[in-house]
């Protein structure tokens, strides 16, 4: 390993090579660890999210694909299926509508289909969330993945969460859908507002855990991925005039954590549920629901969300501002609480 | 062939007794082809079969109790009653089905790849009709398969229908194994109704595949002689072709005839073998329905770790 490095350095790491140094670390733990996609093993991914990874772990562990999604996508199933663990990456989660049988007809559901004797240990890592890249190149899609009953979903915002996350991801024998925003990916580690520090060594961050980044006493923010620090933006903002809201980040969808989310909302009395995914049918209708059947139907004073209004992401910048929720957008309808209340 | 037919047989019994539900796919005049694969299968090869499975998970080794418990989803069944007859799995023997048409080739190949970088020898056989050949997945896998040179046998059944599509009507070649010039593969063509001819045509696809020779796509010409799932009214196709497709092409009969002529058996010797598989297997049957259905309060057991048992 090379010379230790102090926290400072490591703040200008670039996301993906935080994430890359996770991959790496748990593919010197597991020789069962291989990794399939476009682009990934040459150029080490279109973000860097694989740099350096084929040419310590050879070109058998980390596979430059075809464009053939289906085909490698299956391929990873199998290769599960043969005792082996794969992470395929896809290169951009709106890219899966040509593989999502494998995802969810395969891998989700041939655990249970098996009757648990069939173990499904399989990474799909793709990039979503919406950067000006218009209707077919800024999806999240965590919601649509949700939907399907068979797949753990996760989506980190922080450093030390995708690292950890990750490690946890290739760890773990459930079938997990890994999704990475681009905009994340695109910044350096002293970007972020929170925990930017991702340690050197191996660590995870346990799946299915949200975690309380801001903590406040007049709403639940409850969110997940970039979202996460245009909320906690928003927070900031709003400090100064006297609103304070503490900000969850779910960190998956499924497993939903639905505990944290309701102790913080039954302390604050507010729940606003902000989501970069599709509205109906969504994350936000799912956990605002939870919440209430967890408290009771009466025990919020407000519960409010936040998502993309049902609308093919537009080219324009000015339109995609208009219906995906940024800072300014967040802090406008915490606003709108703070009034009703 | 003969137990592997009983073994259908019983499965039609099974689902007149309504111990099956869903459509139901048997194989029967497909038998030449399971048993031709079946000698040259080793039990760390792997297949991946489609949604008419059971002759090849039978040839597979797959245990012929626990499979048909699972046919008649039972929690004894080899997947507790929670895949049911398109969808058996068996780890042990590297066995696996999908009711997706054309998605058994990408599993196969990711088989494929794990035995090639772990060195076994071992071969993964992808199965998929004459429609399956024509999906993209088929291609895909056969693009990388072919590219990397993989121990892969890409076995088409290619009984001349997709449920009511002939063949013929929509393939732009005569055949599929032709198209494996494409994909730098081996290509072989054979009488799927002779089981003789399916056996020595297989065991040297396989071997090609171990020897590290690349993929290869397999084509095994035969009929099926029923719809294509039980209670297909069959509006396509004629009670009398059917009955000449039987009468012309059951594997068994061919087979049997090959024996009588060679002197090797007589009428009653043959008789004798499939009463004997039929007595078998309806005793297999009947201890199958005897075994208990899944607990519904366990319906949703076993789909995270989180909820597996030992
Ligand atoms: C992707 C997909 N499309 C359609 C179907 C419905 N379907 C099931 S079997 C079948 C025909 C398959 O024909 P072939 O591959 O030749 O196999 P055979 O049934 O003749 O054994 C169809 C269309 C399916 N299961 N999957």
Known sequence: ?341 | MVSMRAFDEVCLDALRRKAIHGELHVGIGQEAIGAGMAEALRTEDAVVSTHRNHYHGLAKGVDRMAFLAEICERETGLCRGRGGHMHPFDPANNFSATGIVGASLPVALGYAHAFRIRDEGAVAVGVTGDGGSHTGAFHEAMVMAGAARLPMVALVENNALAISVPFDDISPTRTVAERALAYSALGLHVNGTDVDKVADSFAAAMEHARSGRGPVIFEATCHRFRGHFEGDPEEYRSREERQKLRDSFDPITLYEGKLLEAGHSDDAALKAVRANEKAKMKALLQDVLDMPSPDPSEALQYRFVEEMTA
């Open chain 1, 1 to 341: 390993m090379s010379a230790i490095q102090r926290p400072g350095d490591r703040l200008s790491m670039p996301l993906p090579a935080t994430i890359a140094e996770a991959i790496g670390l748990e593919m010197e733990r597991d020789p069962s660890i291989l990794c399939i996609g476009e682009d990934i093993g040459r150029a080490g991914g279109v973000f860097g999210c694989t740099r350096g990874l084929q040419d310590r772990f050879g070109k058998d562990r980390v596979m430059d694909a075809p464009i053939a999604e289906m085909g490698f996508a299956g391929m990873g199933v199998g290769l599960a299926q043969a005792g082996m663990r794969p992470l395929v990456e896809i290169m951009f989660a709106d890219f899966i509508g040509v593989c999502l049988e494998q995802m969810y007809n395969a891998a989700a559901k041939i655990p249970y289909m098996s009757g648990g004797r069939q173990r499904m240990p399989i990474v799909f890592k793709t990039a979503g969330g919406c950067i000006g890249s218009a209707a077919q190149h800024s999806q999240c899609l965590w919601g649509l993945f949700a939907h399907l009953p068979g797949l753990k979903i996760v989506a980190p915002c922080s450093p030390y969460d995708h690292k950890g996350l990750m490690a946890a991801a290739l760890r773990c024998d459930d079938p997990i859908v890994f999704i990475e925003h681009k905009a994340l990916l695109l910044r350096k580690g002293r970007d972020f507002r929170h925990n930017p520090h991702a340690p050197s060594e191996a660590y995870t961050v346990p799946i299915g855990k949200a975690a309380v980044v801001r903590e406040g006493s007049d709403v639940t923010l409850a969110t997940l991925s970039a979202t996460v620090e245009h909320a906690l933006a928003a927070a900031d903002a709003l400090s100064g005039e006297g609103i304070s809201v503490e900000v969850v980040d779910l960190r998956s969808v499924v497993p939903l954590d639905t505990a944290t989310t309701a102790e913080s909302a039954a302390r604050t009395g507010r729940l606003l549920v902000v989501d970069e995914d599709y509205l109906s049918f969504g994350l936000s209708a799912e956990l605002s629901m939870r919440v209430l059947e967890r408290l009771g139907f009466s025990a919020l004073k407000q519960v409010e969300r936040l998502a993309v209004p049902d609308v093919p992401i537009p080219a324009a910048l000015a339109l995609e501002k208009a219906v995906v929720p940024g800072p300014d957008m967040i802090a406008e309808a915490l606003h709108k609480m703070a009034q009703g209340a």
